[in-house]
């Protein structure tokens, strides 16, 4: 029979505690908060009081309902006020001492039936609940901060986890409007887990100078839609408390990709806490502020003298090929798309008008401006045809040996001084630059697809291109409406070297019987805020073109950890490359 939850305590009223206590009052609960002394219980009060009065302000319920809310909270600074709550939920600092003490004492106080929850984000729940007499009634509740707004609630079982605790707690947290997912007792759960493997990674990116903090940032934001960057997250997160949850991570799974990057360390060494202690990455205008100020290392834009810039070509006919061609002819640019027949050119050619009469249809463009854009595109189908443009880009396959082939016909074909640019995920830019007999003009111009729709430009300059023309790729980039980001020529350059990891990661996670393909979705989304879950992006982005992905990324640093999925690799034998084929991780 199921345990009726009327009541609930709550030990640890800090941002995380006292977020807690109020949404079990604005769900009906009673609820008992406990603190170490009065200041404490004062800080509680004020904290769980303006969030409330915040809410009142946006509409959430009215202030009669608040004063209702907060009626429902006692204060306390003794467990033993506990003795008549259903349920306990602990919120204090991570430290597994500290955790096991107030569990042995919770045993002491609380009713043999009661549960016992953790709200730990990374420390074992088995070995919290050890410190009782009753294990079995041990389950870690993770909430995600603000409790109040957050969705997610990960409801860790132990071995010994009894099952209808495990039952009565999902019906708790819906009964709070949360989104529950069960999982097994492992580091950092789903969320954590997968997130911090990532924000490590974007770590020692920065560290390595490989790209600025703000391109980092903003390769994520318009890459992948992703609500923020992974270094303005590590500051908003706190590097102490990010630094904390990798040690555990590192310690339960021996992997490197866990194990926290030296510059995270050392910035803690210097104080250097994120947002709370106004520095981190970034430089804020104050303590707990969110306004990022101008520092030493804010970036100066790309500055230098540039090409000029005004007939174009693209070589290629598939999806990026044309909404490239697309971007630049509604930007005034005379564009040559060079197709391998009529026939593609015509086709291509008419795929772009299609595109730009949705466009007409959604008022965003006139037929006047849709005819002159079309105007500006001439099909070809020779490279002699491109010999006058300033710049060529190539968007065939991703194939090396097709892409040098282009390459050397681009650079018998255009004219001198034309820069060349390929628009290459995965492979060497300076593959692409060898084959010609003018590797400074050579650059990468990595757009997203839609390539209309998508911001996002990584321009990857290879050990030989040239200054001007990097500053040149830069310049054109902003002419477009787009956000270039700069890196240098290495495997997955900024966003696919950070995403796929983080794909594989959720894929041996699923390999592991850890979670189900559904609960690790849902946590991603509903815990992070990323616009899709792993499985899901997987199976849109092509489970062949992923492992390519993986496998190069893999190729080129040699780290176990970037090996791909086994599971990944039979998935791809078994021809279910995802959406495309109808099945993937999932079936269509």
Do not use: W
Request: include cysteine; charged fraction near 25%.
């Amino acid at each position: 029979m199921a345990r009726e939850i009327h009541s609930v305590g709550v030990v640890g009223l800090g941002t995380m505690g006292a977020g807690i206590a109020e949404v079990a009052a604005r769900n009906g609960l009673t609820v008992v908060g406990v603190e170490v002394d009065d200041l404490c219980v004062a800080r509680a009060r004020e904290h769980i009081g303006n969030s409330t009065e915040r809410a009142v302000a946006g509409g959430k319920f009215d202030a009669g309902e608040r004063d209702a809310l907060l009626r429902r909270i006692t204060f306390t600074t003794d467990l033993r006020d506990l003795a008549d709550v259903d349920l306990v939920v602990e919120a204090i600092p991570e430290s597994l001492e500290l955790k096991a003490s107030v569990f042995t004492a919770l045993e002491q106080v609380c009713r043999p039936e009661v549960i016992l929850a953790s709200n730990t984000s990374s420390l074992s729940v088995t070995e919290i609940g050890v410190h009782t007499g009753r294990p079995g009634k041990v389950v870690g509740v993770h909430f995600f901060n603000p409790a109040p707004v957050q969705k997610l609630v990960e409801i860790v079982r132990t071995v010994v986890t009894e099952p209808d605790v495990v039952a009565d707690v999902e019906a708790f947290a819906r009964r709070l409007g949360k989104e529950p997912v069960v999982i097994g007792d492992r580091a950092g759960f789903i969320a954590n887990a997968l997130l911090f493997g990532y924000l490590n990674h974007a770590a020692s990116m920065y560290e390595s100078r490989y790209a600025s903090r703000e391109d980092l940032d903003a390769a994520m934001r318009f890459g992948c839609g992703y609500p923020m960057g992974p270094l303005a997250l590590l500051d908003l997160i706190g590097l102490d408390t990010a630094y904390e949850i990798l040690e555990t991570m590192y310690r339960q799974s021996r992997n490197r990709l866990h194990a926290p990057t030296p510059v995270l360390k050392q910035m803690i060494t210097a104080g250097l806490l994120g947002r709370k202690s106004g520095r981190g990455f970034y430089t804020y205008d104050g303590v707990d502020s969110p306004v990022v100020v101008s520092d030493v290392d804010t970036p100066l834009r790309v500055a230098g003298a540039t090409r000029n810039v005004a007939r174009v070509g693209v070589v290629g006919t598939g999806t990026m090929a044309t909404g490239i061609a697309e971007v630049l002819a509604r930007k005034d640019f005379d564009v040559v798309l060079r197709a391998r027949t009529t026939e593609k050119a015509d086709l291509a050619l008419a795929r772009m008008r299609k595109s730009l009469d949705r466009q007409v249809v959604k008022g965003r463009l006139s037929e006047a401006e849709r005819d002159a854009t079309l105007a500006r595109v001439l099909g070809a189908t020779e490279f002699d045809e491109l010999a006058d443009c300033d710049l060529v880009i190539e968007a065939v396959a991703e194939e090396l040996t097709v892409k040098r082939e282009v390459f050397r016909a681009l650079d018998k074909a255009v004219k001198p001084g034309a820069i060349l640019a390929t628009t290459t995920s995965s492979l060497p830019v300076i593959e692409c630059a060898a084959a010609t007999a003018r590797p400074g003009d050579v650059v990468g111009l990595h757009f997203f697809n839609p390539a209309p729709v998508m911001k996002l430009v990584e321009v990857v300059a290879t050990i030989s291109t040239e200054s001007d023309v990097v500053a040149t790729a830069d310049a054109l980039c902003r002419a477009l409406g787009k956000h270039p980001v700069h890196c240098a020529d290495r495997a997955g350059f900024i966003v696919n070297a950070l995403l796929f990891p983080y794909l594989n990661d959720a894929v041996k996670m699923l390999e592991a019987h850890y979670a189900d393909a559904d609960a690790i979705d849902t946590a991603m989304k509903v815990g992070c805020g990323l616009p899709m879950g792993p499985f899901e992006l997987l199976d849109v982005v092509g489970l062949d073109v992923s492992l390519a992905i993986e496998r190069s990324l893999y190729y080129e640093f040699r780290d176990a950890g970037f090996a791909p999925a086994p599971l990944l690799e039979h998935l791809v034998t078994a021809g279910r490359l995802g959406r495309k084929t109808g099945k993937g991780f999932r079936d269509y």
